[in-house]
């Protein structure tokens, strides 16, 4: 595995491409390496691009922004878990590095606020910022990767938590050959009618909303909470609910499938590109 491993969150400021021919958990590995500062990095972006000789799938490392940490800032003792990191018996784990590790030692300074090393800031209608303490608010501004993501509603209506999508991108360029399910007009219903639904509207100020890439997704998963669970910071993204999420993705090998990220347990998977998902959409 061709990885330089930094103990450093700081971004590289020249876009890398690291070419690995692993299983997709090696590849996750990876991925967690990146998140935690182990190896510096700048949102890494996994494509798969094809399979090696011996069978193991290809990955394609693209390298351009900053990405979160896990949120996990605890450690374990060998015997138990949720204890102060820095334990000289288990050395070299998680929390002792990145992100989070700065946020426990009230070490990691914030535009915003947030659990373990996440840093967020409420967002209102009009795209204006709020305070922390904000009731009300329409999207959330991540200050650490730059990204914008919508908040779910219980409305009802489009933007309802509980509504899902099928995967759907009539750009030849973007979908590997298959556009996916389009849904009847105005019925709203596949991913690029909610992504022009929702640019109509004008979004807290914005009109580029789109389907996150697999990383950017995964920027979102906080994996640190003490019942050992694994979701988001739900005290900036309320109505939140544990499914499989589209990321903009197709699956090269098969482009009748998208790339979902599975919410309940952190991990990536792929699915029929006409079956239904939740949607999360991010800008810019």
Known sequence: MNFVLRRSARAVSRPRRIF???????????????????????????????????????????C????????????TD????????????????????????????DNLPKQ???VAGFDYTKIDADGLELPSSASVWSCVRDNHTGLIWEVKTTDDG????????????????????????DC??????????????????????RTNWRLPSRIQLRSLVYHGASDGGVGMDESFFPNYVSANYWSATTLAENPDRAWELRFYDGRFGTTGKILDRAVRLVAP
């Open 64 to 75: 351009r922004q900053v990405i979160n940490d896990t949120g996990v800032d605890w450690c």
């Open 184 to 205: 009847p007009a105005h019925a709203i219903c596949d991913t690029h009618d909610y992504q022009a639904y929702v640019n109509e509207l004008a979004l807290c100020g």
């Open 158 to 181: 489009p933007r309802d938590r509980s509504r899902q999508f099928t995967w759907f991108n009539p750009d030849s360029t973007e979908n590997g050959g298959v556009p996916g399910d």
């Open 112 to 114: 915003g606020s947030g």
């Open 20 to 62: 690995v021919s692993v299983p997709e958990s090696m590849a996750l590995f990876a991925t967690a390496l990146f998140a935690s500062g182990v190896a510096q990095a700048s949102d890494c972006t996994i494509h798969y691009s094809g399979f090696s000789n011996a069978g193991l799938p290809l990955e394609r490392i693209d």
């Open 78 to 105: 060998g015997s138990s878990h949720f204890e102060p990191c820095g334990q000289v018996d288990y050395p070299g784990q998680d929390g002792d590095f990145g992100r989070d590790a700065l946020a426990a030692q």
